[in-house]
């Protein structure tokens, strides 16, 4: 029973590799390959990301539109805030795979010289570095979401409330899950499939992620912004214009 379960994982995994890199099944190559122009900073990132979104200037979760100075337009989505503050009107860049999920299991997220676990990893792990500053996995995001979002993983959340407005985003506190919009979800599993095929062993996925990102992806196909996306990414790490 177990080899079958190890076999139909692998199978979820080889077929989502495929659909997010474009690639057929005799290609062993990570969907982007880690070129010497990529970032190598979490802050050289998020320089890139906004470059990336030029002329797409919409926030992932809420749908909302935000200014090159990155305010966000609340009429543009009906976005109410939870607790208002500056960080709703606040662009602010969203790892979909939290930092805390690839940086956990290393040894610098024990800490080091005075430094928390990621302040550490950053300063002394470069893969940890990498993974913080892959530009696929950075989204721009309302503040107050990024921040309320936090590290909680993905899931369903029962009775849809509705706590940001008409932001279909919801969480549940007590549990720590986030349900974001179907719209995404593809997105979503795509993303975390990237960091988990192109760092091996940097991000461990369990049986349950799978079978959900699996879900996801065959629910929610990549669409045109999404292709574009990974082509301007591909046009960042391999040196192109």
Sequence with gaps: MRMYIKVAI???????FIVVCGCDKTQTSPPIPIRSKA?????AAKVAAGKIYLGNQVTFYCGCKYSINGVIDHASC?????NPGKRSFKLEWEHVVPAQAFGKHRACWKGCDGLNGRMCCRKIDQQFRIMEADLMNLVPSVGEINGDRSSRPYGEVAGEPRAYGACDFEIDFKRDVVEPREGIRG???RIYLHMHTTYPGGLPLSKEEVNQFGAWNAADPQDAWELRKIEKVKAIRTGRK
Excluded: N, W
């Design 39 to 43: 970032p190598t900073t979490f802050q």
């Design 78 to 82: 009906g976005y109410k805030p939870r």
């Design 187 to 189: 997105d979503i599993a």
């Design 10 to 16: 692998s199978v979820v995994l080889t077929v989502l």
